[in-house]
């Protein structure tokens, strides 16, 4: 089965293109929906985070606190691992359900929504990389960003800047990308972009689906680290060539390298 990664930046309408797969019946493992299910309550990760930073993380219902333990661990290194080591093979392992379970059921694909997908390294272990960007970020304004963020989630300043600071810039990410979205124009014109990457998936998928089906999505099947370097043809919303750039298959050595999903 091929594992797709599906990823953008800041406010980039990833989420919209997720959306507009799952509307299409396309199998969608949605890392941030994963994340969020682990720490419900009664959950043996939510149990884990209140013994590690105290009850105060917890709302009157129970529930995490999202803010509070986001005031916490932004800004503190060390305590941002603790929550990552408690998370992680949570949301791994769940995820991994999901895929087997969509490659039992005969899936040739299946996209993996994950907005750190290039930081925590996990491109490496899908067959092909998305990115969702808006042009109008290419020559990336931090500041649009950050107040496009802070519109979105009504967080403050200094929240916004910590989750900008979390990411790779959108320019970064587009290198790594074998399929670029562009989200710059009308809906009916991202519509039609996700129309066409789902059937350049099917062709990708291809033959190959009735083979892979016999063994279990695993790195031979998903991708494997290249360290090959290629040209990408990324195009604007009308559809014409604006630029080439150079992918470069390499794993990055980032301070929030570990940060693969967003808890909060």
């Not at 930081?119 to 931090?142: A, K, M, R, T």
């Amino acid at each position: 089965m091929l594992v797709v990664g599906l990823t953008g930046g800041i406010a980039t309408g990833k989420s919209t293109v997720s959306g507009m797969l799952k509307a299409s019946r396309i199998p969608v493992v949605d890392a941030d929906v994963i994340a969020r299910q682990v720490v419900e309550p009664g959950t043996p990760v939510l149990t884990k985070i209140v013994k590690t930073f105290g009850s105060d993380v917890l709302l009157q219902d129970g529930s995490l606190d999202r803010k509070k333990l986001g005031g916490i661990i932004f800004g503190d290194e060390t305590k941002r691992k603790q929550l990552n080591r408690i998370v992680h093979p949570a949301v791994r392992k769940a995820m991994f359900w999901q895929m087997l379970g969509y490659w039992i059921r005969g899936h040739k694909y299946c996209i993996m929504d994950v907005p750190l997908l290039i930081e925590g390294g996990l491109w490496q272990w899908v067959g092909v990389v998305v990115v969702v960007y808006w042009h109008v970020l290419w020559p990336c304004s931090e500041e649009l960003q950050l107040q496009r963020l802070m519109q979105r989630d009504s967080s403050s300043r200094e929240d916004a800047l910590a989750r900008l600071s979390s990411q790779l810039p959108i320019s970064q990410k587009v290198a790594y990308a074998d399929f670029v979205i562009d989200n710059s124009g009308s809906k009916q014109e991202l519509t039609a972009h996700v129309e066409s990457l789902i059937r350049r998936l099917e062709a990708r998928a291809g033959w190959t689906w009735r083979v892979s089906w016999l063994l279990p999505p695993h790195r031979r099947h998903i991708g494997v680290p290249n360290a090959a370097m290629e040209e990408v043809r990324v195009e604007t919303h009308d559809g014409t060539p604006w630029l080439a750039v150079t992918r470069r298959r390499h794993v990055m050595n980032r301070e929030h390298s570990e940060d693969l999903f967003v808890v909060l």
